[in-house]
């Protein structure tokens, strides 16, 4: 064989493996250890909205969730796998957002080989906020001045407990 054509054989061989590593490790990085928080935070500041907290969907969010839960399993006709571990050609990953106002935001994030990722956002179901929580736990007491409700006794205002029926005030 011609040294030329198999130096360029070779070369070849060489820069297909560093173009399948560099995108493998892309790939890698973009699946298991990118936040893309950055992404969420710039997405809700174009929405007004601040971040909370961010986490991975459990079982309860599911139930409230504007995208289809995925199956556990998946079928293909193809299956690679590398060092035993399978290759997924396409995968999805969802996060669950949720925002200082109370605004549930679901992510997709779907990575697709020698693509970039696609991040679809949706709104979920709104959650209440720990100060509405409060305030309608607030709106729910009843000052208690002259009466007890329970059995009509006269109160002094500085008790606590009616005498008559032992119903506690506070």
Same mark, same amino acid.
């Given at each position: ?19 399948? %590593?560099?995108? =493998? $490790?892309? !790939?890698?990085? #973009? #699946?298991? /250890? ?6 969420? &935070? &710039? *997405? /809700? ?5 601040? !971040? =909370? $907290?961010?986490? @991975? ?7 409230? @969730?504007?995208? %289809?839960?995925?199956? #556990? @399993?998946?079928?293909? !006709? ?15 990953? *969802? ?11 679901? /992510?997709?994030?779907? %990575? ?10 949706? *709104?979920?179901?709104?959650?209440? @906020?720990? =100060?509405? &929580?409060?305030?309608?736990? %607030?709106?729910?007491? #009843? ?11 006269? /109160?002094?205002? $500085? ?12």
């Amino acid at each position: 064989m011609d040294p030329i054509i198999e130096y360029l054989l070779i070369t070849f061989a060489v820069a297909f493996a560093i173009f399948i %590593t560099v995108g =493998q $490790s892309i !790939l890698f990085y #973009r #699946r298991y /250890l990118k936040s893309y928080k950055q992404e969420i &935070e &710039e *997405y /809700l500041k174009a929405q007004g909205l601040t !971040l =909370q $907290s961010c986490d @991975s969907p459990n079982e309860d969010n599911w139930k409230k @969730s504007p995208f %289809t839960k995925p199956s #556990r @399993s998946n079928f293909s !006709l193809l299956l690679i796998h590398i060092n035993g571990v399978p290759i997924v050609w396409k995968d999805q990953k *969802y996060k669950v957002i949720i925002s200082n106002e109370g605004k549930v935001i679901w /992510l997709e994030i779907d %990575t697709i080989y020698f693509k970039k990722p696609k991040l679809a956002f949706k *709104y979920g179901a709104k959650r209440k @906020s720990k =100060q509405v &929580e409060a305030k309608q736990q %607030t709106e729910n007491i #009843r000052k208690v001045s002259d009466l007890c409700p329970a059995c009509g006794f006269k /109160l002094i205002e $500085s008790e606590y407990e009616c005498p008559d029926c032992g119903l506690n005030f506070r």
